[in-house]
């Protein structure tokens, strides 16, 4: 355990529970990646029209338009991961809690694999229809 001192604040940090969240979050990432793009999506849409209203002229808002567009979607695609991150750090916790600290990475690579797995048949089914 390392501790990080912040001025006011100390933080313990662990670095088992960081890889189980980490695990975590990649697994319910892989196994819910229609829920990540409809994520990804929906934050594309939102920083596109919030930048809208930045620009007064619309000429200079289509000029700009293509490069505004890609920036917010690698915008997007980075902060997708938060709520993946949140949920899987409470999925690691919880089998940390119950199983002990050893199986929270133990049990996270399984879901890995496993989603992963099911992400590859998932993707494989769609594409042969």
Do not use: K
């Not at 912040?6 to 960081?18: S, Y």
């Not at 990540?36 to 289509?62: C, K, M, P």
């Amino acid at each position: 355990m390392t501790t990080l001192d912040l001025g006011l604040f100390a933080l313990n940090i662990d670095a088992t529970e960081i890889a189980g969240a980490g695990l975590w979050s990649l697994a319910l990432y892989l196994g819910f990646s229609p829920v990540g793009d409809w994520v990804t999506h929906q934050l594309s849409r939102w920083f596109n029209y919030a930048e809208r209203s930045l620009y007064t002229s619309e000429q200079e808002f289509e000029r700009t338009r293509p490069a505004r567009e890609s920036q917010n979607a690698f915008y997007a695609s980075i902060l997708s991961i938060l709520p993946f991150l949140g949920v899987g750090t409470l999925c690691s916790l919880g089998v940390e809690l119950s199983l002990g600290q050893s199986w929270a990475i133990s049990v996270g690579i399984v879901a890995c694999m496993g989603c992963g797995i099911y992400e590859l048949g998932r993707r494989d089914g769609r594409s042969s229809e």
